[in-house]
């Protein structure tokens, strides 16, 4: 059994509300009785891509279980390498795209953020780096591939607007690697289940805040973020029969 821990959107700003929320998620994740196989944080890692907000979150994401981090639309692609890489002065801003190689199982980090805008857009070089990974690795292996921003609508219409776009091509990719297993995301602030290309796309809730679905708000409302609700964290788990499963937990910070 494979289980992979994966929170989203923790807005680093140095403050100690989002700390305070991302400490309380990882502390629990460290405090459990199981080895995770890996910890995926899914974007929006500092809130306005300082280097202190980076070298907060460096802190806070340390974890006995191994971690991989992905960009999102509030992160700065050479802060996020020389603040959370270890990558010198001088990084490049080419899209931040990672590989977790575990045991029975393959995470590919894909970066969807586009530099100074808040929608998301997989660029060429990533989505042929994608097919390289997923064509090195053998069909028995299932692959997982993660990203910031969700590549169709969740019917919310603040989250749909910065949603990712230009999908079509990473359907086309999808046809060509029957292993691609699920797509992980965040960036909705808000748990979701759905379907992208004929796989599961697994939406994780946010840290910092909740969004208010629309549902949920009143009419003529432009509150739209509940930021007393508690920080919630996600558990994927890939049986040994190859079935993928997802539960949801709320984290209760009990210092």
């Given amino acids: 059994m494979i289980v992979i821990a994966h929170l989203s959107d923790v807005h680093l700003d140095c403050g100690p509300r989002a700390a305070d929320r991302t400490r309380a998620v990882m ?9 995770l196989d890996a910890v995926l944080v899914s974007g ?17 994401l340390r974890s006995r279980h191994p971690v991989i981090v992905c960009p999102g639309n509030h992160d700065e692609r050479a802060a996020f390498r020389q603040g959370l890489l270890g990558e010198g002065a001088g990084a490049p801003a080419e899209p931040v795209d990672q590989v977790l190689r575990g045991d029975g199982f393959v995470l590919a980090a894909c970066d969807s953020s586009v530099p100074g805008e808040d929608h998301g857009l997989l660029e060429e070089a990533t989505l042929a780096w994608l ?32 949603r990712q776009f ?3 091509r ?9 292993h691609l297993t699920a797509f992980l995301c965040g960036h ?36 739209h973020v509940h930021l007393d609700e508690p920080p919630a964290v996600a558990f994927h788990v890939l ?8 539960h949801y937990r709320v984290v209760v910070d009990r210092r």
């Fill in 27 to 35: 502390e629990y994740l460290d405090a459990l009785p199981y080895d």
């Fill in 44 to 60: 929006d890692i500092a809130d306005h891509a300082t280097a202190d907000e980076y070298e907060q979150a460096a802190k806070l």
């Fill in 131 to 162: 097919d390289g990974v997923l064509a090195d690795t053998p069909r028995e292996t299932p692959v997982l591939v993660a990203f910031h921003h969700p590549p169709v609508p969740l019917h919310v219409p603040y989250v749909d607007g910065i």
């Fill in 166 to 168: 230009g999908e079509e």
């Fill in 170 to 178: 990473l359907a086309e990719l999808v046809e060509r690697h029957p």
């Fill in 188 to 223: 909705a602030h808000t748990a979701a289940a759905t379907t992208f290309a004929g796989r599961p796309l697994l939406v994780a809730p946010g840290v910092v805040s909740t969004i208010r679905l629309p549902w949920e708000a009143r009419t003529g409302s432009s509150e």
């Fill in 239 to 246: 049986g040994d029969d190859g079935r993928l499963t997802t």
